[in-house]
């Protein structure tokens, strides 16, 4: 996928003061708070995923180590609190839970965040978002020998289209009428529509599509538009929320790492 599909969101965002009272305070105003040296004191930023969500995150069967793009973002984090970085496996499902709970000290793992939606408003409820780090494109895909066709989500009706549990891509999909197969994760969600004998198409992140469409015979039948994602920490811990934001615009500057890793991981 072209740099240029992952757009910058947080350009976006603050050109047009999308969600300015939620971000200015942390973003110019270092918070008072004690995770930040805790952190320090353990030696390791604890950072939550799900690593089935090629290419933001995945399992590298060679090394044995957790790769992809939410990883590197993730270690700038932990740079420059000056710690390690440890990524912690989990369930998509149980990533917000285990953040709340303290398990973890932030999620990244291609958490997408729409304030205007019910899930966005959900999910900051329960956690704070940082500022979008990346905006890409959701796309129905099928095999590419198959010959269903569709203009919108709901053409979708009495298809066989699935999505992974919990995911933006499931709320439109109810939104928009249609009764979805849910996975646990992305890859149960690709091994059944590459199989053959599953699903007939299935809703997800553009990335995850053209990781797959490396290896398989895949083709984008819909793009339904752009969704921005965050990072994520607890309400209570503001500090590292202010971190995470500075990350995030330091490393957006001309010449800051975050186009080094878009052209690694999206080109």
Same mark, same amino acid.
């Given at each position: 996928?072209?740099?240029?599909?992952?757009?910058?969101?947080?350009?976006?965002?603050?050109?047009?003061?999308?969600?300015?009272?939620?971000?200015?305070?942390?973003?110019?105003?270092?918070?008072?708070?004690?995770?930040?040296?805790?952190?320090?004191?353990?030696?390791?930023?604890?950072?939550?995923?799900?690593?089935?969500?090629?290419?933001?995150?995945?399992?590298?069967?060679?090394?044995?180590?957790?790769?992809?793009?939410?990883?590197?973002? @993730?270690?700038?984090?932990?740079?420059?609190?000056?710690?390690?970085?440890?990524?912690?496996?989990?369930?998509?499902?149980?990533?917000?839970?285990?953040?709340?709970?303290?398990?973890?000290?932030?999620?990244?793992?291609?958490?997408?965040?729409?304030?205007?939606?019910?899930?966005? =408003?959900?999910?900051?409820?329960?956690?704070?978002?940082?500022?979008?780090?990346?905006?890409?494109? =959701?796309?129905?895909?099928?095999?590419? @020998? @198959?010959?269903?066709?569709?203009?919108?989500?709901?053409?979708?009706?009495?298809?066989?289209?699935?999505?992974?549990?919990?995911?933006?891509? =499931?709320?439109?999909?109810?939104?928009?009428?249609?009764?979805?197969?849910?996975?646990? @994760?992305?890859?149960?969600?690709?091994?059944?529509?590459?199989?053959?004998?599953?699903?007939?198409?299935?809703?997800?992140?553009?990335?995850?599509?053209?990781?797959?469409?490396?290896?398989?015979?895949?083709?984008?039948?819909?793009?339904?538009?752009?969704?921005?994602?965050?990072?994520?920490?607890?309400?209570?811990?503001?500090?590292?929320?202010?971190?995470?934001?500075?990350?995030?615009?330091?490393?957006?500057?001309?010449?800051?790492?975050?186009?080094?890793?878009?052209?690694?991981?999206?080109?």
């Amino acid at each position: 996928m072209k740099r240029e599909i992952a757009v910058v969101a947080m350009v976006v965002c603050l050109a047009g003061g999308f969600l300015a009272g939620w971000f200015i305070p942390p973003l110019f105003a270092p918070p008072s708070g004690e995770l930040i040296s805790k952190i320090k004191s353990r030696g390791e930023l604890r950072v939550g995923t799900s690593t089935d969500y090629e290419p933001f995150e995945f399992d590298n069967i060679t090394s044995g180590e957790i790769e992809g793009f939410d990883v590197d973002v @993730s270690r700038l984090i932990a740079d420059e609190i000056g710690v390690d970085l440890l990524m912690v496996n989990m369930d998509f499902e149980a990533l917000i839970s285990a953040c709340v709970a303290g398990t973890i000290d932030m999620i990244a793992a291609a958490l997408t965040y729409d304030p205007t939606t019910e899930l966005g =408003q959900q999910r900051a409820k329960q956690l704070a978002p940082s500022i979008p780090y990346i905006t890409v494109a =959701q796309v129905v895909i099928t095999l590419g @020998s @198959s010959s269903l066709n569709i203009n919108n989500l709901s053409d979708l009706v009495g298809e066989d289209v699935g999505c992974q549990t919990g995911s933006t891509m =499931q709320a439109d999909l109810i939104a928009a009428g249609v009764n979805p197969t849910t996975f646990p @994760s992305a890859l149960a969600l690709m091994l059944d529509l590459v199989s053959g004998l599953g699903i007939e198409a299935a809703y997800l992140d553009e990335p995850v599509f053209t990781a797959w469409n490396d290896t398989y015979d895949l083709k984008i039948i819909l793009r339904t538009g752009t969704e921005p994602m965050s990072l994520w920490c607890r309400h209570e811990d503001p500090d590292l929320l202010y971190v995470i934001n500075t990350v995030i615009l330091t490393e957006y500057e001309p010449n800051g790492t975050m186009y080094e890793l878009l052209d690694k991981w999206f080109v």
